[in-house]
């Protein structure tokens, strides 16, 4: 079976050709430009295969304009907002030394580095300047920890392990306040 990514989100129709405005889920633009086979759709089970055409950023917005083979009418378009555009997992580009995919961190065993005990997993990733592991603890709470490597010095992947540099306040922002109190 085959796996996808989400790239974007189509918000809106496009003129009269069938074009259609794409808002990216994405850091690789080519996703949104290169032509190919992308899965569209209201989830991945309903979802229909659609080549696309052709693809380009609107100058100055955070916006792709899409068009895909057998869209050709602003009608059909239409008919494609609200929908989710997916890409094959397999035709992700190879990332650097040091670069992860969300969905490959996600459940990923979180330790101390200090006492090599297991706290949580990863159950997200959010912006905020850096980005941010949001690791659910065992005991049930939410932390963030910026995801650089001076706090996260090791992702192993394969052994699915990562290991967090636990400085005051980072694991228990609880117990930092009260300390500062």
């Known amino acids: 079976m085959q796996q996808w990514l989400e790239i974007g989100k189509v918000v809106a129709a496009q ?5 259609v405005r794409v808002q990216p889920a994405t850091d690789f633009a080519e ?12 989830s991945l089970d309903d979802g229909r295969v659609f080549r696309l055409q052709s693809g380009r950023a609107i100058p100055g917005k955070d916006l792709f304009v ?3 083979e057998g869209v050709e009418e602003r009608n059909a378009a239409e008919k494609l907002v609200g929908s989710t555009l997916w890409i094959g997992a397999a035709e992700r580009p190879v990332l650097a030394a040091g670069e992860f995919w969300l969905p490959d961190l996600m459940g990923v065993r979180v330790f101390r580095q200090d006492t090599g005990e297991a706290i949580g997993e990863v159950s997200d990733m959010t912006r905020a300047g850096n980005d941010l592991l949001v690791i659910r603890l065992s005991g049930g709470k939410t932390v963030m920890v910026p995801f650089v490597h001076a706090l996260v010095p090791v992702v192993d992947l394969e052994a699915g392990r990562i290991e967090v540099v636990a400085i005051p306040g980072l694991l228990d922002p609880e117990a930092a306040e009260a300390d500062e109190a």
């Open 15 to 19: 003129g009269l050709r069938g074009e």
């Open 31 to 42: 996703r949104l430009t290169r032509p190919g086979a992308r899965l569209v759709g209201r």
């Open 66 to 68: 899409c068009r895909f």
